[in-house]
């Protein structure tokens, strides 16, 4: 398997802000890039993919059209969440990686800081999700109606009235790790759709660490990590001493 991992750059919060996307080219880090197949690692506040009005034109995909006429969308990141993203270079990739989507065949894995203190080591979260209509974007948990949705977690450090935990979405649903993370009683910090208000933290501290899946060509298995910009006392940019997810996230 080969292995790439992402350094933590040393950014202000601020900077990554839900309104304020300063992402460009140049700062984006791609960790792989071949004639198939993109990862990039994608800055809070930048969105996925275009969007509605001008803000809409300022996101990762344009970026990297920019460099990469032929990249093509295959999945997507909340506007607010930060962590890598794939993308593919032929329309054989992407029909490749998207099947592998949805064959539950992409291992992924998010970091989180959430509100209060987890007193279990670990949990499954099984709660139903479904469109909050006369809210939205919001989702909402509905028992008779939802749509099923599985998030494994652990818990990796507890202090200052705050939880870092280890989040395993098996299924995609929207804002699944933050309404599941919500229903629970421990929100993700600086949600601002789900968390206490006002928000507690300049950003949704919520990271998509790693990636691991076959390459769409080769079948070569891969797998990508990137450390998250933000630490559980502060939320700021910083790297924990002596941290690692490794210790408790299970094997690939």
Not at 31 to 36: E, F, G, K, S
Not at 85 to 90: F, K, S
Not at 152 to 179: D, F, I, K, N
Not at 185 to 205: F, K, T
Request: glycine share 8%; aromatic share 4%; net charge positive.
């Amino acid at each position: 398997m080969r292995v790439v991992r992402a350094a933590v750059k040393p950014v202000a919060s601020a900077k990554w802000g839900m309104r304020r996307p300063a992402a460009t080219l140049a700062t984006m880090k791609a960790l792989h890039a071949d004639d198939h197949l993109l990862v990039l690692d994608k800055p809070a506040g930048l969105l996925s993919v275009p969007g509605r009005g001008e803000a809409g034109h300022h996101n990762l995909t344009t970026l990297a059209q920019q460099h990469w006429p032929d990249a093509r969308v295959v999945h997507r990141l909340d506007q607010a969440t930060s962590g890598l993203m794939m993308l593919a270079r032929t329309a054989q990739a992407q029909r490749v990686l998207s099947m592998a989507f949805e064959a539950r065949a992409v291992h992924k894995q998010y970091e989180a800081v959430v509100e209060g203190e987890m007193a279990d080591a670990e949990g499954v979260i099984t709660a139903p999700l479904i469109v909050d209509w006369p809210n939205r974007p919001r989702q909402k948990v509905c028992p008779r109606e939802g749509k099923p949705a599985l998030t494994r977690w652990w818990r990796l450090q507890a202090g200052t009235g705050r939880s870092r935990v280890l989040l395993e979405p098996v299924t995609g649903r929207s804002h699944q790790l933050r309404v599941h993370l919500m229903s629970i009683g421990h929100p993700i910090a600086g949600d601002e759709l789900y968390g206490p208000q006002p928000p507690g933290s300049p950003r949704l501290l919520l990271h998509a660490r790693r990636l691991a899946f076959a390459h769409p060509a080769s079948g070569v298995a891969l797998r990508f990590d990137s450390e998250p910009p933000f630490d559980l006392r502060t939320g700021l940019v910083a790297a924990v001493p002596g941290y690692s997810a490794d210790a408790r996230s299970p094997a690939l």
